[in-house]
C-alpha cells in the first residue's frame, strides 16, 4: 500500500524547504507543527542525521470536512510533508497521501475531502518540481 506522495528536486535543503512551505501556502495550507527531526535526534540520542524536516500541513476547511464526516480522523491530520536532504544537490519532499484517510474510514463524504486534499497536495509538490 503506498501511503507518500514524493518528489525528488535537484536543489539544496534550506532553498527547497521554503519553497515547500510557499507552495503550501499558496494551496490553503498552513504549516502548524515544524519537527527538525535532525537537531531532536541528535539533542536527544547523539546520533547524526542528515536534513530532516516534518511539516504538519493543515487546510482548515478541508479539515473541518474530514471531522464532521468522522470525528475520530484528525488522528491522522495535520497532512504530513517531509522535506529531508538526499546528498549535497538533492532533497526528497514527501507529504502523506490523504487517500489513506479513506482506506481507514467507512464515512462517505471522506473520499471527496480526500480526493481535494490531494489535488492541492500534488499542485503543491508540482509547483515545488519546476
Request: with cysteine.
Amino acid at each position: 500500500m503506498s501511503y507518500a506522495m514524493t518528489i525528488r528536486v535537484p536543489a539544496g535543503f534550506a532553498p527547497t524547504l521554503e519553497r515547500v512551505r510557499a507552495a503550501l501556502k499558496d494551496q490553503g495550507f498552513g504549516v502548524l507543527t515544524e519537527i527538525d527531526l535532525r537537531s531532536t535526534l541528535r539533542e536527544k540520542l547523539g546520533v547524526d542525521l542528515a536534513e530532516y524536516v516534518i511539516l504538519g500541513a493543515c487546510n482548515p476547511p478541508l479539515a473541518h470536512r474530514a471531522v464532521q464526516a468522522d470525528l475520530g480522523i484528525g488522528l491522522l491530520l495535520p497532512c504530513n510533508v517531509v522535506v529531508r536532504a538526499d546528498g549535497p544537490d538533492s532533497t526528497l519532499v514527501q507529504a502523506m497521501d490523504p487517500q489513506v484517510m479513506v482506506r481507514l474510514s467507512d464515512a462517505p463524504e471522506l473520499p471527496a475531502v480526500a480526493d481535494e486534499a490531494a489535488a492541492r497536495l500534488r499542485a503543491a509538490l508540482d509547483a515545488v518540481s519546476r
